[in-house]
């Protein structure tokens, strides 16, 4: 069975109801990105409604988007289960994404640092680092070893929360 709704069913004219996670929606990519997760959030909510799966898996790689998903499903009793599938990556680290068509051969090298500095942080934790300035600091630099590579931010946060780490040692990353 395929749900195909048009654009009008969806967002009917004069739409005055929308879905927003507080506090969530604002935080890392959201700072940059105003009423993206309000948008995502009402149009999910509305295709639960409708649908009434029993379960919704939704990528790691989008961590606010799906913190922001469950905290909506949580505070909205919505009865259906949020699954977190790992992310998935091509053979050079980049992560899958139907969005990478529309990267340049230079965008495509250049998104590749985000993967690397991820894999350092990841790399340091495990020898043993847990101070998040030095772990921060470490990704950052990496990022500085890509010219034209823009970092817009790295943190160290709860996944539910995502609030940053407020003290400078981390039990688990």
């Known amino acids: 069975m395929l749900f195909a709704p048009s654009v009008d069913e969806m967002y009917p004219a004069g739409g005055v109801t929308y879905v927003n996670v507080e506090r969530l ?40 988007q799906l913190a922001v998903i469950r905290t909506m499903v949580r505070y909205l009793l919505l009865p259906v289960e ?23 051969s230079e965008q495509r090298r250049q998104a590749l640092t985000l993967y690397r500095s991820l894999s350092r942080v990841k790399e340091l934790y495990e020898g043993g680092e847990r101070d998040t300035t030095r772990l921060i600091g470490a990704g950052v630099e990496e990022f500085s070893r890509e010219p034209g590579a823009r970092l817009d931010f790295l943190e160290i946060v709860d996944a539910e929360s995502l609030e940053r780490w407020k003290r400078r040692g981390l039990g688990h990353l």
């Open 82 to 104: 949020i699954v977190a599938c790992p992310i998935v990556r091509e053979a050079d680290g980049l992560a899958l994404s139907s969005r990478n068509v529309y990267l340049s």
């Open 25 to 64: 929606s604002e935080r890392l990519c959201g700072r940059s990105r105003p009423g993206h997760f309000r948008g995502v959030a009402t149009v999910v909510s509305k295709l639960f409604h409708v649908v009434q799966p029993e379960a919704a898996f939704f990528g790691q790689k989008d961590a606010a």
